[in-house]
């Protein structure tokens, strides 16, 4: 049965058809088209080898190419977009810098969630909160906890430090802090002080204000500064006080520039009596130029003449005393001593004038400084004595700016328990056994009380970058308590503040209780009995620059590369000298090869106190036999941009005489200007205020060339056909140099709004700055081409007199960005047309286009364009926050960074200007006047910069065009400047 | 057949035969390079690979590589075109312009006069390429069609006529050099055994055109020369003074000079004739041409270079002259400052070097020395290169406003491109030396029976 059982895969099998026979050893019976298919016959082919090693390259060659990485550009869009960011437009929340040093209600711009930039809310701001959107992102700032300066966990550090605070049971716990404006903390830490034993709570600032507050405390028992009303002074007379630089406040510009408007006819009279050229001297009417030691010598007499009414002593004062006596209740007198009985005089003197609650006043005082020395110094007597269980520093490096750093920090090792706040593992930090790193400003919740009445708010206007903690959120924990935002609406909802309202406003107005001032004293005519020792010593007066200030924000690149307006050096601080000194001392200043600046070096020595190799920086305007010495340098664990910059003259603070020692070498400066006189040339047009009340267009006369028409002015000699600016918009702006005080804030509103790189000490000593707007500050000299016709000066000895300034010069700024001329001889010099001109009178720089022959450079009257000699970004060679990841979030999406060898200037914030006119167009209306601002404009503290529309004829800008004091920048050459200047007139009466 | 007074100088100096010409012109291609030879080029060589090194280091890092600064965007850089560019003159000059005043000395000198001015242009040539901040594009300052929207160059600017005044210059300069060398190339290829070298046979029959002396070929080559003669005068006239309009037509005191574009094409004859003083007295000593370089021909250049020198002189003092009389202030600054200020060296020497030197060739025995010619013709070509220097950059580094007034230093970068330049230079006319006959041998055996020595007699 088995055998028999057949399986047949088809009929064809069954039939025994012969092809299955074929099929079986051949599968395909017929031949296959396979040739024809195939074009050729492979076989026969003699390229197939060829062909194969062809397609075998191109695969392989294709296959590497895609196996290579391509550079993944991340672009991650929202899944679900947040409903107040609409991507490409900007956000503005109102809240409040405080550092510990500089204080402002400020506007921040968002945009995509980052903080980009920041602008002027309630008050106005200063280079340096303008510079803080930058240190935001500073990549040195701390990122985690720190247990004895290793990486911690918060919960870890949390647990720790409440379980020994509540063992703390006899030693004092300390809470060493800056001065602090936020009545929120003072709650808080009321709190902590019910929770915890012994608490107590010491303010420090690191340059200190004691000398006033304590004098104060003695005229009127209220340890605070006065507020000061500039505006509604006659007359101004400073000690030493750079109130438009550094001194206490940033606010006072605007104020006092507000009291010196010509137009108006009152200008009030500006003494300033100082040792070290400030910003202040600079804008003075008058200044008289004393060693420190004769500043209360001079007080006294002023005193002692305003009370007696005799003539002063001094003759130098007896102008002030006169005008002065003619404006009782309408001036005022500040001095920067920091010692109390000098301020009581001082004190003494606004009472004989009556100034109190006219031109300042202490029952409406501010809180901006509230340190106390005294108590420092006490604590660290304690610290040694073993006195102290805990220390918790907030916003102070006592490590780095007490003169007497060196006993905090060995009295510090006897506590047994530090924490520190900083947002850096600074000086201070890391000394101690905890970091909590605190938030930066721009990531926090918080509260501010300057001054009286005036309130403001913080909020946050990022997530925190690193895992870092607000103070107040810490104090919060170790209270068992958490959430500081609800707290902190909670406390001001108490009090009544509609609290939304408020936070969108950032600020909010209580009406203080008056402060109880008791009558003042009578000066002890003790305090005007003193001796003067050491005369023939050289003695030193330290300042803040207004790039660097304290020290707090010096790892900011922006603030170490902006020029001090003054001595136009950036990356250093040195002492100041003047000429005379200087070449007594066989100290010299000198131009190398490419121009750079560089000077001796020396040492400063008080006493036991050794600073070694301070370069020497001549300064005109430097009293004789004095030195300037400016702090907040020389940190040494601050950040790259920092360390080692300069030197730290916080040593110094209670030095008053110095010796200097010549030594060996030299140092070399990075100055942004090498020449610092007009050279007889009148870029800035002055006058004094009796001759322009006389005449307003005093001061600004214009050159007119004989021609066969008669007497022409340079734009009416023009061959070239004007362009039609009078239709749609012509760009204008207006740069009033009588209120221009050169503070330089622009420049870093410049730098953010704009993406300018920062380029470092060398390229900046290579003359090749990168900054789109400077500041030029030129010094008056002796020689003028009047005087050198009358004496019969030969040119050669006259330009040569010329370029050295005066021993106590006038000073003028002159702001100077890229002009925007109608004529431009960039524009027709470029040989690819990269640079162009608008229909609305601006000159556009195309950098896509730029070749770099910097031919427009070179042709260029004002100097205004920058080359990018390197690659600014992504380059370790400019190791700042273009080649950092968190730097560059800082950068503004709507400019361009540019690349290398290509031209880029002043664009006139086109961006803006740009965005303002589609908003117009959307919303079908004209562009309004107020909305036009350019960053240079709306940074400007005391609007000496107005930008707009001058064909709109209700403008600002047109009318100040039309204003006699209106001037173009080298108008003989009639480039026709967008941009013009208005007349500085001075109060010389 | 043309008569020349028995009085006048021979220009061809021994007793030479039509086949002593060629033998004598032909020698230092036929034969092995000498050992000077070798030591010069090797140096040439080697100055030039640095050049190139410090090029591709300023191409790769940027122009930040260089002394330059925000305030002096040029100075080496444009001082070296210049310069480089106003040395070829001369040999236009020589060969166009002699050749229309039909100047027969010219024949001795004109062949190497012109390849250094190929070698010249293509030295100066490099300046504007490398000193742009992105060269790679370069192409954008000519008008070709493309595909960038609607961009086109800007006929404004005075850098773009420079573009088509060097690259015209550049391509007559070369044909007309070419054409010039077609007979002799036959006459190499005609004395090359094909047997030994068939390659440099063909190489030089290649290059012969297929020239065969006949006397169509003769006319028709006359006929292109005077042609190309008369094409090339006016460019000895047009390209320096375009090159001047880049600095005449801005409006930096010092630059902004209508005495300009005259002034440069004199200042660009001198230093030419200089540096063909300079090669032409080391290469007739080198490859043995003291027959056909003679004093004579010495004489006459020096001639020139006295005429041009003091005519140069004319204009610094117009210029000093023009910036008095104008009474504007910035204009009286920049003389004041050029002569007094902190470039006054650069200024002096070039005052000495370009007035008061070239007045000694008054003197009969200066002019009619070897090696006083040589000695100044260096002083003349560092003078000519310090013009440049002082117009440049003494005129930016104190402009308008002194708060942007600085300093200029080079780096090693740019004095590594220049010192490149001239080696680059230097390979080029020492390989041009040992391939090319060096005298027009066509051309002066034209004159040998009117001017040589022995039909003096």
Known sequence: MKNNKKYWKGLAQLENNPDIEKLAHNEFAEKLPLDDFLSDDLSSTNTSRRDFLKFLGFTTAAATLASCEAPIV?????????????????????????????????????????????????????????????????????????????????????????????????????????????????????????????????MHDAVPYDGILNANEESFGLRAIPSYYFSKANVIVSFGADF??????????????????????????????????????????????????????????LYSSLSSGSDPKDNRLSEIVKKLKANKGSSIIVCDSNDKKTQLIVNAINYILGNYDQTMSIAMPSYIRQGNTAKVNNLIEEMGNNEIGALITYKVNPAYNLHNAKDFSNALSKVPLTISTSLYND?????????????????????????????????????????????????????????????????????????????HDGFFNIKDRKSQVTSIAKLNENVLSFEINNINKIELALYEKIGIGDGTQANNPWLQELPDPISRACWDNYITISAVTAKNLNLKNWNVANGALNGSLVNVISDDIVIKKVPVMIQPGQANNTVGLSLGYGRMKSGKAANGIGLNAFPLLNSKFIALENIEGEHEFASTQLHHTMMGRDMVKETSLAEYINNPSSGNHTDTYPTWKGDLKADELTFYDQQDLKTGHFWNLSIDLTSCTGCAECVIACQAENNIPVVGKQEIRNSRDMHWMRIDRYYSSDMTQELASKNDVSTIDMYKEMEEPSENPEVVFQPVMCQHCNNAPCENVCPVAATTHSNEGLNQMTYNRCVGTRYCAN????????????????????????????????????????????????????????????????????????????????????????????????????????????????????????????TKVRNKS | ????????????????????????????????????????????????????????????TGIGAWGLNRTVNWAWDITNFVWWIGIGHAGTLISAVLLLFRQKW???????????????????????????GRPWLAYWVFPIPNQFGSLWVNFNSPLLWDVFAISTYFSVSCVFWYIGLIPDFAMLRDRIDKKLSPMKKNLY???????????????????????????????????HSIVSMDFATSIIPGWHTTIFPPYFVL????????????????????????????????????????????????????????????????????????????????????????????????????????????????????????????????????????????????????????????????????????AFPVIAQAEIKSILKSSGSEYKK
């Not at chain 2, 030479?16 to 080029?41: M, S």
């Not at chain 2, 042609?227 to 005068?233: F, H, Q």
């Open chain 2, 1 to 60: 057949m043309q008569k020349e007074s028995k009085i006048r100088d021979p220009l061809i100096l021994g007793n030479k035969t039509y086949h002593d010409i060629t033998r004598d012109i032909a020698r230092p291609v036929e034969g092995k390079a000498n050992k000077y030879w070798w030591i010069l080029f090797s140096l040439a060589a080697v100055l030039m690979l640095w050049g190139f090194a410090c090029m591709a280091y300023t191409i790769g």
């Open chain 2, 267 to 434: 200042g660009a004859l001198f230093s030419g004739f200089a540096m063909v003083e300079t090669l032409l007295i080391i290469m007739r000593k080198v490859v043995n041409m003291e027959a056909y370089i003679t004093i004579k021909h010495i004489e006459y250049m020096n001639v020139i270079i006295l005429f041009t020198g003091s005519l140069v002189g004319v204009a610094y003092i117009t210029e000093l002259f023009m910036a008095w009389y104008s009474g504007v202030e910035f204009e009286q600054y920049a003389f004041l400052n050029r002569a007094t200020g902190p470039y006054w060296w650069a200024y002096a020497s070039m005052m000495t070097c370009n007035v008061v030197i070239p007045q000694l060739y008054w003197i009969y025995k200066i002019r009619t020395s070897f090696v006083a010619t040589f000695i100044l013709s260096i002083f003349v070509n560092i003078g000519m290169w310090f013009e440049r220097f002082v117009i440049i950059v003494t005129s930016l580094h104190r402009d308008f406003l002194p708060s942007s007034w600085t300093m200029f230093s080079p780096t090693f970068i740019d004095i590594g491109i220049f010192v490149g330049t001239i080696g680059f230079f230097f390979v080029l006319f020492l390989l041009y030396a040992r």
């Open chain 1, 244 to 301: 438009i630089g550094n001194w206490l406040n940033n606010d006072y510009s605007t104020d006092y520039i507000s009291g010196r408007n010509p137009k108006k006819g009152m200008m009030s009279k500006h003494y300033q009596i100082e040792t070290n050229l400030s910003l202040s001297g600079s804008n003075a009417d008058k200044r008289i130029v004393i060693k420190p030691s004769e500043q209360k010598v001079l007080l006294s007499d």
């Open chain 2, 205 to 239: 029959g290649l290059m012969a055109f297929g020239w065969s002396g006949k006397a169509k070929h003769w006319q028709r080559f006359e006929e292109v020369c005077l042609v190309l003669a008369g094409l090339a005068t006016p460019l000895v006239f047009s390209v």
């Open chain 2, 106 to 132: 010219r024949m001795a000198i004109n062949r190497s006069a012109e390849a250094m001015t190929i070698f010249g242009v293509a030295q100066a040539a490099l300046f504007p390429l490398i000193h742009m």
């Open chain 1, 74 to 202: 991340k672009s991650i869009p929202y899944l679900i977009k947040p409903d107040e960011i609409i991507p490409g437009v900007a956000n503005y929340y109102a809240t409040t810098i405080y550092d510990g040093r500089d204080y402002a209600s400020v506007l921040v711009k968002n945009r995509e969630g980052r903080p980009i930039k920041i602008e002027n809310n309630k008050t106005c701001t200063n280079a340096r909160v303008q510079a803080s959107v930058l240190s935001l992102y500073d990549s040195a700032r701390l990122k985690t906890p720190l247990k004895n300066g290793v990486e911690a966990e918060w919960l870890e550090v949390d647990s720790d430090i409440k379980d020994r605070l509540s063992k703390i049971k006899d030693k004092k716990i300390i809470l060493l802090t800056a001065t602090i404006l936020s009545p929120s903390i003072i709650s808080l830490l009321e709190n902590l002080s019910k929770k915890y034993k012994n608490v107590e709570h010491i």
């Open chain 1, 859 to 982: 042709n260029c009257p004002y100097k205004v364009r920058r080359f990018n000699w390197f690659q600014y970004s992504d380059n370790d060679k400019f190791d700042f926050n273009m080649n950092d990841d968190y730097g560059k979030m800082v950068l503004n999406p709507d400019v361009v960074v540019r690349s290398r060898g290509v031209i880029e200037k002043c664009s006139m914030c086109i961006q803006k200007i740009q965005e303002l006119k589609l908003n117009a167009k959307k919303e079908g209306r004209p562009v309004l006047d107020e909305e036009a601002q350019t960053v240079c404009a709306s940074s400007c503290s005391t609007n000496a910069i107005v930008f707009g529309d001058s064909n709109n004829k209700e403008s600002e800008v047109y009318k100040l065009k039309n204003d006699e004091r209106a001037y173009d920048l080298l108008d003989h050459l009639n480039v026709d400047p967008s941009v013009f200047y208005q």
């Open chain 1, 427 to 503: 000086e201070t930090a890391s000394l101690m056994e905890y970091v909590c790193p605190d938030n930066h400003n721009l990531e926090s919740w918080g509260d501010a009380h300057p001054s009286y009445n005036t309130y403001s708010l913080m909020q946050p206007t990022i997530a925190p970058l690193f895992n870092t903690r607000q103070f107040e959120e810490t104090l919060l924990k170790w209270l068992d308590d958490s959430d500081y935002n609800s707290f902190l609406s909670d406390f001001w909802r108490k009090r009544g503040v509609n609290w939304e309202k408020a936070v």
